[in-house]
């Protein structure tokens, strides 16, 4: 693998029973890009953030991350790309049990031997990387909102400085606002740190305001372009996804702000 690419994907084929979900499927991640995955319902979009990180086997095909074979791989090879990188799932995934600080320091605790006040300190560091007030750090998951929750397990999702972050449906539940401060910040954090980020999303305003390019999940493989290109697409789906309500109001913003879409990246 080159050190311009993240992930890559060959040759996928992903199987359950007699239903095939992707068939022959490429896919290049870049490094520090930030890539939506779109597609209908059934396509496979979660399904194939899971084959990625390794908790699904597809059923043929070749998927490489940061330079590990997923599947030729030794327990030391998994440990070393764990670390490497952050997950967040819809509902954040936090144990309702611990505090916040106690949620992001879980990662840490399992692979460095550190000390307790340094643990409180880097936990204190990724809470603040990720929008919350100091005094989030001794809430329980319980006392917080959605929209709070959501950056706790963004800041778990940071606390071993991956290199690449995965985001499932990441302003699902969130009101515009919120979704558009979440944005916001996972745009900052991508930039700041040199983040490679894997987004999942049905949200259209997401994919405008901060995926550099767009994996669309169509006829069982990945249609890949910028927005702009992937909205001059023929295809049916696309043409239908992005000239609905929400997507044509996108696009238009889109124009509104840049003057045109051409040579959108």
Not at 13 to 30: A, E, K, M, N, S
Not at 98 to 110: D, K, S
Not at 184 to 199: D, F, H, P
């Amino acid at each position: 693998m080159d050190d311009v690419t993240a992930i890559k994907i060959r040759g996928l084929r992903t199987q359950f029973g007699q239903q095939v979900v992707h068939d022959d499927l490429d896919l290049d991640i870049r490094r520090g890009e930030i890539l939506g995955i779109v597609g209908g319902s059934g396509t496979g979009k979660s399904v194939l953030l899971r084959q990625m990180l390794g908790l699904m086997k597809p059923a043929a095909g070749q998927i490489e991350v940061l330079g590990y074979d997923l599947a030729r791989m030794g327990r030391a090879a998994w440990t070393s790309l764990r670390a490497r990188q952050g997950v967040l799932f819809q509902d954040g995934a936090l144990f309702s049990s611990l505090t916040v600080a106690q949620n992001v320091q879980a990662p840490m605790r399992e692979r460095r031997t550190i000390s307790q006040t340094l643990l409180r300190e880097l936990a204190a560091l990724k809470i603040a990387l990720a929008g919350l007030p100091s005094n989030a750090c001794d809430k329980y998951p319980s006392e917080l909102s959605g929209g709070m929750r959501k950056r706790a397990g963004l800041a778990r999702a940071l606390a071993l400085d991956p290199d690449i972050l995965f985001l499932d449906e990441p302003t699902a539940g969130l009101d515009p606002i919120g979704a558009a401060a979440f944005d916001r910040l996972i745009s900052g954090l991508s930039q700041s740190l040199g983040l490679t980020v894997v987004m999942v999303t049905h949200d259209i305003d997401s994919l405008t305001a901060i995926a550099d390019r767009i994996a669309a999940l169509v006829d069982k493989r990945a249609m890949v372009g910028t927005l702009s290109q992937l909205h001059a697409s023929d295809d049916p789906w696309l043409k239908s996804y992005f000239s609905g309500p929400r997507g044509r109001a996108a696009i238009g913003g889109m124009r509104d702000n840049a003057g045109n879409t051409d040579g959108l990246h």
